[in-house]
């Protein structure tokens, strides 16, 4: 999942609600917000899920990538794996109780517990007063948002004092207004030059309260005979399914009892938005009769409000607030001569229909691309917030020396879903194994180091950790290749080695991991093959010139003395490797180059922790000083202005004398940092080691350069990695192990608090 939150570069942004051409307000915001984004994020994808109410299917643009039939709870399911699996950043949720199915639209809920990205939602409904199915479903949708739009400061108030929602959780964006072009043209296109246009539009409804308008006109065409009242808008594709036109033909026939029915025009169809706004360019005032007190948005009124018009409406929740400070006039719910009165009032002063300075900086504020850029920021907050609310959930609290310290459960779920009967996938797509990259002896002997660190350990199930420990021995044992001494790295999916000998690094690694078998597993017999192996290819290492792989061997040598310290063959090659490396780093560093070679590339700071380690066992002190001031510079080198681990980026790395590459950032990097401070810890017991390693494991818990989470808890995997502007999603096999042997080393030190001292 990409989320480069703190630069707004998103690529991909999901809307969920209804969509044009589905007739009702909703649809109209949605297709209305989706168009405003993507003029403002041009270089991002902004799909829509669409909701389809029962029976329904709709000739949708190519932007509604999936429908969700209302009333299916699977197709929520499949909604949610949809958008995980798409790579969403951010969920832009549009609630109306009415558009999702389940009792109180409770089905919209399974989908969102689902979702692994922030999601903001717009509240186009916020009751005072829910019944108890309502609060429930609303509660949850609440608590599952990483922040909530509301469109008045009264939603605001209803959501802190009723839903004890905190106020920094709560964003209060209006609703968005086209451009309303000049009226005079527009009055003679429409036909009404001359003539005095009242104007109510939108979708009707018995609950609209058109007839108490109709009722009120006698009255204004007594004064104002030029009058006319242009009703816009079809029957609520609901209320026409149940009831039919009944609605209609009562306010048609009102009016035609009163003897008005030629000044009141009944536009029956759902008019696109550039008709609606010639309409609203004519109109000389706007009314919204609306019965329901506590309705908390309506489309129709900021559409009118945003365009300058006088408006007159019964004193709705919404209404109370947006026509605030003379910007309309108010009248009570049901009052046909309160309605006769203010329109009369509008048409004999024409002056007062004119805004005030502070209504039309308002209303610019209620322009579509600035409510998009308030939509941006929104969810620029959503994402920081979803990326530390995530952290929480995730960890588990232990105790680190007396302070607290944040360590996932150790989860083997992405480690199993990576390993086959043959051995460790090396890649996957997401978090899906991917099979046509295969197998490679680098990865199994990872994997193979994690099992016997485990097993040491003694934090797992020992039945898991012995099958997946057997697996990943017989891929390594198979990849000797006895007659060359070395081992075979690159395995296709259908068995077949790729060559005939492996890197040098890949050798080192198998090493490695078979000195740690060989020091930490509790099985007898996979000790003796480990053995057995580490024996046979360790005369090739003599031959091999990678410092990184000679730094690998010797991390295995370390491993290996733990339980044969009086071997002597192994001895020589320990001291001969170990000098190698020390000779390297007197011939390269210098006082502001402490270091091994002309650039620090990867996995660096097991360079330093095979000079440490071997400096103990050999007693060497200078080599063991060495190790520690490479470290301490790689320290200085890996950490941001924030203090947060920055490890050098493998897109170019850090070559002496030039800039140190910030990304691509590697979970291999990271891990390396948090083996080497815990090993220097446990000889010097000095807590700045600790606290670095400490640093370093962080970076997977999201405290990095772009506050993501690498590790992610729905799958026990990692993420393969930091790129400039974006996490890089897939969850192969180098980062998640490199993750799990990070948390294994720091778990282990919540165990014993006390320095180790190497065994002699």
């Excluded at 949850?140 to 802190?160: F, Q, T």
């Excluded at 992405?414 to 099979?435: C, E, K, N, W």
């Excluded at 990271?670 to 494991?697: D, K, N, Q």
Aim: net charge negative.
């Amino acid at each position: 999942m990409n989320e480069p939150f703190l630069d707004g570069e998103f690529q991909k942004i999901a809307l969920i609600g209804n969509h044009l051409p589905r007739q009702c307000g909703i649809a109209t915001f949605t297709t209305d917000l989706a168009d405003a984004l993507s003029e403002r994020l041009p270089q991002a994808e902004c799909l829509v899920l669409a909701m389809n109410d029962a029976g329904k299917r709709y000739d949708y643009p190519s932007r509604v990538r999936f429908e969700i039939k209302e009333s299916d709870p699977n197709a929520y399911q499949r909604a949610a794996d949809f958008l995980n699996v798409n790579g969403a950043e951010i969920v832009s949720l549009q609630h109306e109780f009415g558009i999702f199915g389940g009792k109180a639209g409770a089905h919209v809920v399974s989908m969102l517990r689902q979702l692994r990205m922030p999601i903001v939602t717009t509240l186009h409904t916020v009751l005072r007063t829910p019944d108890r199915f309502q609060r429930r479903v609303f509660e949850e949708v609440i608590e599952l948002s990483s922040r909530l739009v509301v469109m008045s400061a009264g939603g605001v108030s209803v959501l802190r004092d009723i839903y004890g929602v905190p106020a920094e959780k709560i964003d209060n964006i209006p609703h968005g207004i086209p451009r309303i072009p000049d009226s005079s043209r527009i009055k003679s296109h429409l036909g009404v030059t001359d003539r005095s246009v009242i104007l109510t539009f939108g979708l009707l409804s018995p609950d609209k309260g058109l007839e108490y308008v109709i009722d009120a006109f006698p009255d204004v065409l007594a004064k104002h005979p030029d009058a006319i009242y242009i009703v816009l808008g079809a029957t609520h594709p609901q209320v026409k399914e149940r009831h039919g036109e009944i609605y209609r033909v009562m306010l048609a026939n009102r009016a035609r009892r009163l003897g008005i029915d030629a000044n009141v025009v009944f536009y029956d169809r759902f008019v696109a938005q550039s008709e609606l706004v010639e309409f609203l360019a004519a109109a000389d005032i706007y009314i919204t009769p609306y019965l329901n007190p506590e309705q908390s948005t309506s489309g129709t009124l900021a559409y009118a409000t945003g365009a300058g018009k006088a408006v007159i409406s019964t004193p709705y929740r919404y209404a109370q607030e947006l026509l605030a400070n003379g910007r309309g006039a108010l009248v009570p719910f049901r009052d046909p001569e309160a309605i006769a009165l203010a329109i009369n009032d509008f048409l004999d002063h024409p002056e007062r229909r004119v805004l005030s300075e502070g209504a039309i900086a308002q209303n610019n504020e209620m322009l579509w691309p600035r409510v998009a850029q308030a939509y941006i920021e929104s969810f620029k907050r959503a994402g920081t917030e979803h990326s530390a609310r995530t952290r929480r959930q995730a960890l588990s609290t232990s105790q680190v020396s007396g302070r607290s310290a944040e360590l996932p459960e150790f989860d083997w779920s992405h480690v199993q879903r990576m390993t086959d009967s043959t051995g460790m996938l090396q890649h996957a797509i997401f978090s899906v194994p991917r099979y046509a990259d295969g197998y490679c002896l680098d990865d199994n002997a990872r994997a193979l180091l994690l099992t016997a660190l485990v097993e040491d350990a003694g934090m797992e199930d020992n039945k898991t950790v012995r099958e997946l420990a057997s697996k990943y021995l017989a891929f390594v044992s198979h990849a000797f290749d006895a007659k060359r001494g070395c081992f075979r790295n690159m395995m296709s999916y259908s068995r077949q080695w790729l060559e005939d000998c492996g890197s040098e690094d890949s050798h080192g690694r198998a090493l490695w991991a078979l000195g740690t078998v060989v020091g930490r597993a509790s099985d007898p017999g996979r000790q003796s093959l480990a053995g057995e192996l580490f024996h046979l290819g360790l005369p090739a290492i003599m031959t091999m010139t990678s410092p990184r792989t000679w730094a690998y061997t010797l991390l295995g040598i370390e491993e290996y003395l733990r339980a044969f310290h009086g071997d002597t063959r192994v001895q020589t090659v320990q001291t001969e490797l170990a000098q190698r490396l020390l000779t390297l780093y007197r011939e390269s560093s210098t006082s502001d180059w402490p270091w091994f070679e002309d650039r620090v590339t990867y996995a660096n700071a097991r360079l330093c922790q095979a000079l440490i380690v071997s400096g103990v066992r050999l007693d060497d002190k200078e080599m063991t000083a060495c190790g520690v001031q490479s470290l301490r510079w790689l320290v200085s080198i890996q950490s941001s202005n924030a203090g947060c681990f920055s490890p050098v980026g493998s897109n170019g790395f850090y070559v002496r004398g030039g800039t140190k590459a910030q990304f691509d950032q590697q979970p291999i990097e990271a891990a390396s940092m948090v083996s080497a401070c815990i090993a220097l810890y446990r000889i010097t017991g000095e807590p700045e080691w600790r606290t670095h390693a400490e640093r370093a494991f962080r970076w997977f818990l999201g405290e990095n350069d772009l506050q993501r989470l690498l590790y992610d808890p729905a799958t026990g995997g990692s993420l393969d990695g930091l790129h400039s502007d974006r996490a890089n999603d897939n969850q192969g096999a180098e980062a998640t192990l490199s993750f799990l042997t990070a948390l294994c080393e720091m778990r282990s030190l919540l165990v014993s608090q006390s320095v180790r001292p190497p065994e002699a």
